[in-house]
């Protein structure tokens, strides 16, 4: 039950944003929205997490709507290297298992 | 620092013969956890570890599968009379901490082993 909704693949310029969504319509309000990464042949790389304020980091920027049933995650320059599948997940604050769906594959196009 | 180390890169083993894969925690980290992903496919919870507490297992597909993680730190998964459809990459992932109330739940993955069973 991975209870998040992702693109299956988008493209991205290089040098521009990418906005990468993710539907969490059965979020509930002790749950959190994760984020990460998985480039080819490696493992996942954990990139953001919030629970209803936006966060930003030196990787990314977290945006949360106000009902919490959708997010968006931002790369602000897009580099070749951002290329991998990018999962959202939902985790309960005092949960242990992490669901992470098939995620959204991103090709960063030159 | 270290990262998460797995152990071997690479397994290939014949069908009905039991196999063990090897994880290597972040020093320091209570929280140890083991995912399978076939090919093409998302991450599967098999297991999860913290502490000295019983290990929340509900995540194991079958009785041939089984883990357990010693003195608190190194963890190996067992797989016994490996099927074909067990072969996947094996990730394991370990955390600071899982306890209710921490909030640094960021888990660091390790290479993953790549089973196939033939």
């Known amino acids: 039950d991975a209870k998040t909704t992702q693109p299956p693949s988008m493209d991205c310029a290089e040098g521009r944003a990418a906005n990468l969504p993710c539907n969490h319509s059965?979020?509930?309000?002790?749950?959190?929205v994760y984020w990460y990464r998985q480039i080819h042949s490696q493992g996942p790389q954990y990139i953001i997490h919030?629970?209803?304020n936006n966060e930003t980091n030196e990787m990314a920027s977290l945006i949360i709507t106000e009902d919490r049933k959708s997010s968006t995650l931002i790369l602000p320059h897009a580099t070749l290297r951002d290329t991998a599948v990018y999962y959202c997940?939902?985790?309960?604050?005092?949960?242990?298992?992490?669901?992470f769906g098939t995620g959204t594959s991103l090709t960063v196009i030159p | 620092g270290a990262g998460v180390s797995q152990s071997p890169s690479n397994k290939v083993t014949e069908k009905g013969k039991d196999v063990e894969l090897r994880c290597d925690p972040i020093?320091?980290?209570?929280?140890l956890y083991w995912y399978r992903q076939s090919l093409g496919q998302g991450l599967e919870f098999l297991i999860y570890?913290?502490?000295?507490?019983?290990?929340?297992k509900s995540g194991l597909p079958s009785d041939r599968f089984s883990a357990e993680r010693t003195g608190g730190s190194v963890s190996t998964l067992t797989i016994q009379r490996t099927q074909q459809e067990d072969s996947a990459v094996y990730l394991c992932?370990?955390?600071?901490?899982?306890?209710?109330?921490?909030?640094?739940?960021?888990?660091?993955f390790g290479p993953g082993t790549r089973l196939t069973v033939t």
């Open positions: 992932a370990s955390s600071l901490s899982g306890l209710a109330g921490e909030s640094s739940y960021e888990q660091y």
């Open positions: 059965t979020i509930s309000g002790n749950e959190y």
């Open positions: 919030g629970l209803k």
């Open positions: 997940i939902v985790r309960v604050y005092t949960g242990n298992q992490f669901y």
């Open positions: 020093s320091g980290h209570t929280a």
């Open positions: 570890f913290q502490g000295n507490s019983a290990p929340d």
